[in-house]
């Protein structure tokens, strides 16, 4: 076959129709092929930072994790220590109570026993000279002035602790701490005596017994009467505080 008619083959119409069409599947395929080992390599670096995303963001859940359960457990103690200092300070405002009250209450004692010794003396002076004259000497009005005046000093010493502690008792115990310093004052004039007689002392001292007999009647009552009255006034006090 001459060269003229190789020409006129391959110039034929249905010779380039498939040569074309063999020329755009290798084309295609080739570009497809380029395109996927693209997208390929895009798709693997996607999946690679998503996974190193992953880890970090595992790593920083675990931390975090972490962090809040240190949290949680430093703040569990630090409920667990007010709760305790909460107890401890109710325990040591109990204690408190308790020790103010029973040094009330000793305090309270001591003025009591300190009133009734002030009143008895006065009863039984007053009473020898009216009734024992005979024994009324200034001996024994020298040994009542004497005993008397640390009397009068334990129980000053007394009631002016009270008043710091409880000013609530102090108040009603303060008149009749009064009293009992009028009549110490009253019976140590009559037992001076202006003119040294004994018998003039005896008079005097013998008007006065009728007083010093109602005080001393009177007294234990009103010595008890204001110590219930009180505790049961701070009883309330501690419930009423104990309820807000």
Not at 39 to 48: R, T
């Amino acid at each position: 076959m001459s060269s003229i008619e190789i020409l006129s083959l391959i110039a034929s119409t249905p010779f380039l129709i498939g040569l074309s069409a063999w020329l755009g599947k290798v084309w295609a395929a080739r570009i497809a092929r380029e395109e996927k080992s693209v997208i390929d390599k895009e798709l693997q670096n996607q999946k690679d930072c998503a996974a190193i995303a992953l880890e970090e963001f595992k790593t920083q859940a675990q931390l975090d994790i972490q962090s809040l359960r240190t949290e949680a457990e430093k703040l569990n103690i630090s409920l667990k220590q007010q709760l305790e200092i909460s107890k401890e300070f109710e325990l040591w405002a109990k204690n408190r109570e308790d020790a103010m009250m029973s040094t009330i209450s000793l305090t309270f004692q001591e003025i009591s026993k300190q009133v009734s010794s002030s009143v008895n003396a006065f009863c039984w002076i007053t009473w020898c000279a009216k009734f024992d004259s005979d024994n009324l000497t200034f001996e024994t009005i020298k040994a009542h002035n004497l005993s008397m005046k640390e009397t009068i000093a334990n129980l000053m010493g007394a009631v002016t602790f009270l008043a710091s502690v409880d000013s609530e008792i102090y108040r009603p115990i303060r008149n009749l701490v009064k009293e009992i310093l009028e009549l110490d004052y009253i019976i140590s004039n009559a037992a001076a005596g202006n003119d040294n007689s004994i018998k003039n002392i005896q008079v005097e001292l013998a008007k006065i017994h009728p007083r010093a007999g109602v005080m001393h009647l009177d007294v234990p009552d009103r010595l008890a009467d204001l110590l219930s009255d009180r505790l049961s006034a701070r009883a309330s006090d501690i419930t009423r505080d104990n309820g807000e």
